[in-house]
Structures are given as structure tokens and as C-alpha cells.
């Protein structure tokens, strides 16, 4: 039996990921304000993977020897350079309420990427059934402006399209864990994953030029180390303490909360668009992932927590 303190810290801890990760969004929109988009991740995860790795060995803890590396280094281009780094992108030109709305749906990827991997869990009547609800439900989240025409709509497109493949890398990245992931230090293996996820991020502002491009301000510097800080080391450290000790369908539910607070601070703070449409979409959406999660297949809450463990 879990002690009381030790119980209410870890959902406290809880509460930290529901909040803290529902804030990123919004900070990585912010950044991008002077940031390009590959620096914003490159740098934010090279930072944090950097400080992360040297707390741990201060404390004396042995980080992934070599032998993990190459595990690892492919989780971090999955997970941190084509998921968080596909999320960066569509910020560009995807308001940030939507994109969390929209990323809220990996489950929908992860279900079906499961399915058609080799002994993967095969879906049951109840997963279809989550899957067309939580699609039409992100057909009426962005419809209007995929079909508004013109370059706004042709950049909408983008991110849309940005959204999805980097709900595949998390997909790709939790079913590789799954399957491949061995008993390492957690926060020793994530460091090590945030490092590698920004130096591809790195090799891709590079190849773009956009150190030469980059530019701070007070608001973006001030977002860019937030995220640093509170959406990587913070919470990350929390989320894992929280799955150590509070059920993973417990944990997974900071799934459904972090969009609530990435539409409202979006809509407070960003004069992002808001209205029924957003809230019934989302509702739809939620349906389906829940749908999916609890009947579709066995073990998809365990998946679906590990799919946003490096943000």
C-alpha cells in the first residue's frame, strides 16, 4: 500500500503534467514568434537532455551505456524530432488550442499502427467504431479552414498534415518501447532520448539556415526557456514519478486535460478563434479516444501514456 504522503505527492505530481504539458503548446507558439521552428526543438532538447543528464550523475546515477544508444537514438528521432518537432512545425501556422485538440487523437494512430504491426493487438468492432468517431470528429475540427482555399489554407494544410506524421513517430516510437525497451533508469534513458531528438533537430536547422535567422525577444527567449525547464525537465521528472506510483489509466488521463488548457490559455492570450464548433469537435473527439482507449484493444492507456513521456 502506497503511504498517504508518498500517494498525495504523486498526484500532485499528476496534476503538474496536466498543467505543465497543457502549457507547452502555447509556448512553442510564442517561441516561434523569433524562433525558427527546428532551433525552437533543437534547442530545447539539447538543453534539457544536457542539464538532465548532468543532475543525474551529480546524484551519482549511472546513465544508458552505449549498448542502449542506438534504441534510444531512434526513439529520440521518433518521438522528439519527428513528434514534438512535427507539432513545432505546425504551429507555424496551426493555432495551438487545435494542434493540442488535434494530437489528443494519437491514439487513433497508435490503435492502428498496433493492429497492422506483426503480432500486434488486432482491434476489436469497439476500436472501429472509436476510430470513425474520433476521425469525424477532427474532420469537423479543421474542415473549414482546410477548405477556406488560398495560402492560409494551403499553410493550414501543412500543419494539419505536420500533425499527423508526428502522431505517427509517437506511434512508431511507443510501439518500438513496447516491444524493444529494456529496465533502464527512466529519467537516465529520457535525458539521453532528448538529447538525441535535439541533435536531429539540430541537423535540420542547420541544413535550413535558420541559425543565421535566429533572433529573441523577451517573450520568445522567456517561452523558449520555459519550455526548457518546466516543459521538459519538470515535467518530465513528474510524470514520471507519477506513473511510478498512481495507476497508468490514471496517469493517462492528463491526455484529455492538457487540450482544455491549451484551448483556453490559446483563446485568452493568442485571441485564438474559439467557438462551439471547437467544443463539439473536441467532445467528438474525446468520445472516440476514449472509445478506443478503455474497449478498442487491450493495454491501449499503457501505450498511449508512453506516446507523450518525452514532451
Known amino acids: 500500500m502506497i503511504p498517504r504522503d508518498q500517494h498525495r505527492r504523486a498526484y500532485l505530481a499528476w496534476l503538474a503534467v496536466c498543467v505543465i504539458w497543457g502549457t507547452t503548446y502555447l509556448g512553442i507558439r510564442v517561441a516561434l514568434e523569433t524562433i525558427p521552428p527546428a532551433t525552437v526543438g533543437a534547442l530545447r532538447y539539447i538543453v534539457a537532455g544536457g542539464a538532465l543528464a548532468i543532475m543525474l550523475r551529480l546524484r551519482g546515477e549511472r546513465l544508458p551505456g552505449p549498448s542502449h544508444w542506438r534504441g534510444l537514438a531512434l526513439l529520440g528521432f521518433l518521438m522528439i524530432a519527428i513528434g514534438n518537432g512535427g507539432v513545432i512545425w505546425a504551429e507555424q501556422w496551426v493555432p495551438s488550442g487545435i494542434a493540442a485538440v488535434v494530437i489528443a487523437s494519437s491514439p487513433f494512430w497508435m490503435t492502428g ?35 477556406a482555399g488560398g495560402e492560409l489554407g494551403r499553410q493550414f494544410l501543412v500543419g494539419v498534415i505536420a500533425l499527423q506524421l508526428a502522431e505517427i513517430g509517437w506511434a512508431l516510437g511507443s510501439s518500438y518501447s ?29 541544413l535550413r539556415g535558420e541559425w543565421a535567422e535566429l533572433t529573441f525577444t523577451a517573450r520568445s527567449a522567456f517561452a523558449e526557456v520555459y519550455l526548457i525547464v518546466f516543459g521538459s525537465l519538470v515535467g518530465y521528472t513528474a510524470y514520471v514519478y507519477a506513473l511510478k506510483h498512481l495507476p ?29 464548433r471547437v467544443v463539439l469537435a473536441a467532445a467528438v473527439i474525446f468520445a472516440g479516444v476514449a472509445v478506443v482507449r478503455f474497449t478498442g484493444r487491450a493495454g491501449t492507456a499503457a501505450g498511449a501514456t508512453r506516446t507523450r513521456a518525452a514532451a
Open 113 to 147: 499502427l498496433e493492429a497492422a504491426l506483426p503480432g500486434g493487438e488486432r482491434l476489436r468492432v469497439q476500436g472501429v467504431v472509436g476510430l470513425v468517431i474520433g476521425f469525424l470528429g477532427i474532420l469537423m475540427l479543421v474542415w473549414p479552414e482546410l477548405t
Open 248 to 276: 497508468v489509466s490514471t496517469v493517462s488521463l492528463y491526455a484529455y486535460i492538457n487540450p482544455v488548457i491549451a484551448v483556453v490559455l490559446g483563446t485568452l492570450l493568442l485571441g485564438e478563434p474559439f467557438g462551439w
Open 178 to 206: 513496447r516491444r524493444h525497451a529494456r529496465e533502464e533508469n527512466a529519467l537516465g534513458a529520457a535525458a539521453l532520448q532528448m538529447l538525441f531528438g535535439g541533435l536531429f533537430l539540430g541537423v535540420v536547422a542547420t
